[in-house]
């Protein structure tokens, strides 16, 4: 049988022992989800190349969705949509995490993953190659 909950009003505790300090404590800093980590990669990429591209991203805005509404049976399943009429470019977070088939624990690996996703989706956004968008960042000397 399924148990009620209660909709007692207060602190918002469940057993009234008081609000929860976060599990990391003061000196350490908060530990972030998959999600969240997935949020500032897709975020700060999408800084840097704003900052590289000014003016064709000023009313470009990015968005993150765990998965695409629907799944095309030819295609596969899509990592990134790009809406050029409204300047929309959507990530799809776990196709990205999923297919790209990250080791274990290596977070410089799913960077390099998201922001190469990034890339590709705003290439597609502005008609660009995605090695034309940042030619210097890999121009070795």
Sequence with gaps: MPRAHSTRSGSGDRHGRGLRSPVTGPDLPALHSRAELFDLIVGSTAEYLRDIWPDELASATFEVAALPAEISST???????????????????????????????????????????????????????????????FRHL
């Design 75 to 137: 295609n596969g399943i899509d990592r990134w949509h790009v809406d050029t009429a409204v300047r929309r470019v959507t990530l799809y977070r776990l196709p990205i995490e999923r297919l790209a088939r990250i080791q274990r624990g290596d977070e410089t690996q799913r960077r390099m993953v998201v922001e190469s996703c990034v890339f590709r989706a705003v290439a597609e956004l502005l008609g660009k190659d995605p090695w034309d968008l940042a030619p210097e960042r």
